[in-house]
Structure formats: structure tokens, C-alpha cells
């Protein structure tokens, strides 16, 4: 590549605003009393596997991180806001004194600092701990709808794996199988009425994605049922049709529906086990988290098929920036790649979103540089790609202008 095509972009990017399509940010609260030793336990870092024993081990626990890409987009992004590091046994104190002034200062510092450093202008928010909500800065924090708990729990004693049942959130006392779905239409239209900008599926993390037709016969007659009562058969075709069911209230609403795709509950979450539920919904949109990794080439295949496909790298250039440029390069061949390609930070607080808004540019500098340098783009066009990503596409998918 050459310095000029990558440098010109890296310059690009470094100023261009940035929409994520999906964070956990946690509220002010939680950011008071924020230090380096919470934000690494609230941070990918740890779930670095294994870790070599406890973060207040310093040396060791810096030794056992210091290569990966978490921690590395961590720290570049502390550097960025804070300008301290790199952090060493030595520095650790002064880095964390530095976090916790500049929290304590301000209750809001962690949205503040997403906006001034990492150049967000919105972002979507997913409160599994609380679904639907803005984390207090609706302003700032559009909510996506979990809808876990509607797929999983049949049963009143059922909850998902974020403690969240349908029983606790509704009162469906009295209510039959085709009252409920009535009710979870009306419930899509409250959320959106109330500011939520898609559906969101974490069900990668409770099963495989590989969804059957479902069958409503048997789902009806599931609902209610005690879990003890209930075949896995029964149960996997309540679910299947309770996702279906959401797939189509996703198109009613018209709101994108996000899938996570790849790690979680790992075989079973590759991309193309939903390739069924993809072509049985042509009008539902598709927004495949986290480029499915490590079956980054199967958002791809789908990509290359199907128009209702949303490929978003959310997650992944934290997670190994090298699969991060793969996919950007694939998917842009493909010709339709540039059109509905989104990004997400994914992460618990301001500080960590930063680096991931630093991760997502320097992918985007390395795979559109190579892309020009090999002369598979211009470089006017690899800067409008490179905005159509960080935050147009996304403003427009999810209407957030
Ligand atoms: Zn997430």
C-alpha cells in the first residue's frame, strides 16, 4: 500500500463523525466511580480466555493482555482522551487517577467524551438490563427492542439469560396464545412510539440460530405450559415460531431486526444457519452483528444473495482487527457491500467506545487503502465509502439524522 492512499484516508477518517448501531453503555452511575481496574472488569479485556489470574496482579495481568487487540484498542483510546499511557506496572496509578478526576468532575463525562474523542454523534443502545431504554440520554442513546424473553419463556417461572421474562414486563393474566401475539404487536408498537429504532436478537448466546418453520399449533399449546412439561421438540418449535412471529413484526413496524451471528454459543451461531429465516422474511431487514466471525465469508454468501442482508462489523474490529479488513474488502467486491454496512462499538462504557470508534478507522484506512493501492477504487470514492460506514448508512437504516 502506499503511505499516501493510507495516510489520506487515516486523515479522512480521524475527522468523520460516527454512528453505532449498537452499545451496552452502562448509566451515569455506574461511570462515577469509574477507574482502570473497573474498566478493564467492565471491558473485553476481560474476557480475554483465560485470563492469567486477578487484574490487581498488574504484571502478570499485563503481560498475559498486553498483545491482544482489546486491550490494544483500549489503551489507544485512553491515550487519546486522557493522553496517559502506555500503562505499565508503573503508569497503571497515574492512568487510573486520570479516568476517575475526569469521571468524578462530571456525571457525564462518559457520554461527553464519546462525542468529543471518539466523534459519535448517535448511538443505538441496547439495555439487556433493562430493554428499551436510552441509559438516561435519549438525546444521545437511541434504544434497540430485545426480544429474547418473547422467544424464550413459555412459562411464567421462565426467564432469559439477562434475568428478563414477558410475565414481569406484561400483565398477561387471562390471556390465550392468540391474544398474546396480538399483545406483542401492540408491544413492537409501543416501543417503537417510544423511541426504539430496531428489534434485537441475542439469541445466539441461548441457542443455535438454525430456526425450522416453527408450528403454531404446538406453539399455542406450549404457551403457559410448565418447563418441566415440555419436550425440547415442543420447546424448539414454540421459539421457532415466536422468532418468525417477531421476524414479521419487525417488517409490520418497519424496523430493522439485528441478529448477533458468530461466537456466543459458538457452532451454532454461524451466519448462514439463518439463511431459512432470511429468505422466508424478504420484507424483514436482516442487520448480521459482530460480520458472523469467524464465518465472516458466510455474510458474504449471504450478502451475494439476498437484498434483505444488512452486514455490520459492530464488535469486530475489537475483537481481531485482521478479520475486520477481510470482511470489509469481501464484502465491498461484492458490489452491494458499501450500501448498508454499519458499525457498532459495543461497549459498557464511554472510554472503551472510544478505542472501538479508533478500531473501526484503522480498519477502514487499511482495507480501503489496499483496495485503492491495488486499484479496485479511487480514493474519492474509498472516502465516500468510508462515510457511508462510520455514520450514513446508519443514520439513514435507522433513521437517526
Ligand atoms: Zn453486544
Same mark, same amino acid.
Given at each position: 500500500m502506499t503511505r499516501t492512499a493510507?495516510?489520506?484516508?487515516?486523515?479522512?477518517?480521524?475527522?468523520?463523525?460516527?454512528?453505532?448501531?449498537?452499545e451496552h453503555h452502562r448509566e451515569d452511575a455506574f461511570h462515577a466511580d469509574l477507574d482502570l481496574d473497573k474498566l478493564f472488569a467492565n471491558s473485553y479485556v476481560g474476557w480475554i480466555n483465560p485470563?492469567?489470574?486477578? #487484574?490487581?496482579?498488574?504484571?502478570?495481568?499485563?503481560?498475559?493482555?498486553g498483545h491482544s487487540a482489546y486491550f490494544r484498542w483500549l489503551e489507544r483510546g485512553?491515550?487519546?482522551?486522557?493522553?496517559?499511557?502506555?500503562?505499565?506496572?508503573?503508569?497503571?496509578?497515574?492512568?487510573?487517577?486520570?479516568?476517575?478526576?475526569?469521571?468524578?468532575?462530571?456525571?457525564?463525562?462518559?457520554?461527553?467524551?464519546?462525542?468529543?474523542f471518539g466523534h459519535y454523534r448517535r448511538a443505538i443502545q441496547d439495555s439487556y438490563w433493562a430493554p428499551g431504554s436510552a441509559a438516561g440520554h435519549p438525546d444521545f442513546f437511541a434504544p434497540t427492542f430485545r426480544i429474547?424473553?418473547?422467544?424464550?419463556?413459555?412459562?411464567? *417461572?421462565?426467564?432469559?439469560?439477562?434475568?428478563?421474562?414477558?410475565?414481569?414486563?406484561?400483565?398477561?393474566?387471562?390471556?390465550?396464545?392468540?391474544?398474546? *401475539?396480538?399483545?406483542?404487536?401492540?408491544?413492537?408498537a409501543e416501543q417503537k412510539q417510544a423511541g426504539a429504532v430496531a428489534l434485537k436478537s441475542a439469541l445466539a448466546y441461548d441457542r443455535d440460530?438454525?430456526?425450522?418453520?416453527?408450528?403454531?399449533?404446538?406453539?399455542?399449546?406450549?404457551?403457559?405450559?410448565?418447563?418441566?412439561?415440555?419436550?425440547?421438540?415442543?420447546?424448539?418449535a414454540y421459539q421457532d415460531f415466536l422468532l418468525h412471529h417477531l421476524c414479521e413484526l419487525a417488517a409490520r413496524?418497519?424496523?430493522?431486526?439485528?441478529?448477533?451471528?458468530?461466537?456466543?454459543?459458538?457452532?451454532?451461531?454461524?451466519?448462514?444457519?439463518?439463511?431459512?429465516? #432470511?429468505?422466508?422474511?424478504?420484507?424483514?431487514?436482516?442487520?448480521?452483528?459482530?460480520g458472523g466471525f469467524p464465518w465472516v465469508h458466510e455474510i458474504g454468501g449471504l450478502l451475494h444473495h439476498y437484498r434483505n442482508v444488512y452486514p455490520d462489523l459492530t464488535w469486530l474490529p475489537l475483537i481481531a482487527p485482521t478479520a475486520a479488513i477481510r470482511a470489509v474488502r469481501e464484502w465491498l467486491e461484492l458490489g452491494n457491500g458499501a450500501a448498508n454496512l454499519c458499525w457498532g462499538g459495543d461497549a459498557w462504557?464511554?472510554?472503551?467506545?472510544?478505542?472501538?470508534?479508533?478500531?473501526?478507522?484503522?480498519v477502514l484506512?487499511?482495507?480501503?487503502?489496499?483496495?485503492?493501492?491495488?486499484?479496485?477504487?479511487?480514493?474519492?470514492?474509498?472516502?465516500?465509502?468510508?462515510?457511508?460506514?462510520?455514520?450514513?448508512?446508519?443514520?439513514r437504516i435507522y433513521g437517526l439524522g
Amino acid at each position: 500500500m502506499t503511505r499516501t492512499a493510507h495516510s489520506a484516508l487515516a486523515e479522512h477518517l480521524a475527522a468523520l463523525p460516527v454512528v453505532s448501531t449498537h452499545e451496552h453503555h452502562r448509566e451515569d452511575a455506574f461511570h462515577a466511580d469509574l477507574d482502570l481496574d473497573k474498566l478493564f472488569a467492565n471491558s473485553y479485556v476481560g474476557w480475554i480466555n483465560p485470563l492469567p489470574g486477578p #487484574i490487581r496482579d498488574r504484571a502478570r495481568f499485563l503481560d498475559a493482555v498486553g498483545h491482544s487487540a482489546y486491550f490494544r484498542w483500549l489503551e489507544r483510546g485512553l491515550r487519546h482522551i486522557y493522553g496517559v499511557g502506555p500503562i505499565t506496572p508503573e503508569t497503571w496509578d497515574a492512568v487510573s487517577e486520570a479516568i476517575r478526576q475526569a469521571h468524578v468532575s462530571s456525571p457525564t463525562w462518559h457520554v461527553a467524551l464519546m462525542r468529543r474523542f471518539g466523534h459519535y454523534r448517535r448511538a443505538i443502545q441496547d439495555s439487556y438490563w433493562a430493554p428499551g431504554s436510552a441509559a438516561g440520554h435519549p438525546d444521545f442513546f437511541a434504544p434497540t427492542f430485545r426480544i429474547n424473553c418473547y422467544v424464550l419463556c413459555h412459562h411464567p *417461572l421462565m426467564t432469559d439469560h439477562n434475568g428478563n421474562s414477558p410475565w414481569q414486563r406484561h400483565d398477561l393474566a387471562g390471556l390465550d396464545f392468540d391474544a398474546y *401475539l396480538l399483545l406483542l404487536d401492540q408491544v413492537v408498537a409501543e416501543q417503537k412510539q417510544a423511541g426504539a429504532v430496531a428489534l434485537k436478537s441475542a439469541l445466539a448466546y441461548d441457542r443455535d440460530l438454525a430456526f425450522t418453520s416453527g408450528d403454531r399449533e404446538t406453539a399455542a399449546r406450549v404457551f403457559g405450559a410448565h418447563p418441566n412439561a415440555v419436550s425440547d421438540a415442543d420447546r424448539r418449535a414454540y421459539q421457532d415460531f415466536l422468532l418468525h412471529h417477531l421476524c414479521e413484526l419487525a417488517a409490520r413496524h418497519d424496523l430493522p431486526f439485528q441478529h448477533h451471528t458468530g461466537l456466543a454459543k459458538l457452532s451454532g451461531s454461524r451466519p448462514l444457519n439463518l439463511e431459512p429465516t #432470511i429468505a422466508r422474511h424478504p420484507q424483514t431487514r436482516f442487520v448480521l452483528f459482530h460480520g458472523g466471525f469467524p464465518w465472516v465469508h458466510e455474510i458474504g454468501g449471504l450478502l451475494h444473495h439476498y437484498r434483505n442482508v444488512y452486514p455490520d462489523l459492530t464488535w469486530l474490529p475489537l475483537i481481531a482487527p485482521t478479520a475486520a479488513i477481510r470482511a470489509v474488502r469481501e464484502w465491498l467486491e461484492l458490489g452491494n457491500g458499501a450500501a448498508n454496512l454499519c458499525w457498532g462499538g459495543d461497549a459498557w462504557t464511554g472510554d472503551e467506545s472510544v478505542g472501538a470508534a479508533l478500531a473501526l478507522k484503522h480498519v477502514l484506512s487499511v482495507a480501503l487503502g489496499q483496495l485503492v493501492e491495488e486499484g479496485s477504487l479511487g480514493l474519492e470514492e474509498a472516502r465516500r465509502i468510508a462515510g457511508q460506514v462510520c455514520h450514513e448508512n446508519a443514520a439513514r437504516i435507522y433513521g437517526l439524522g
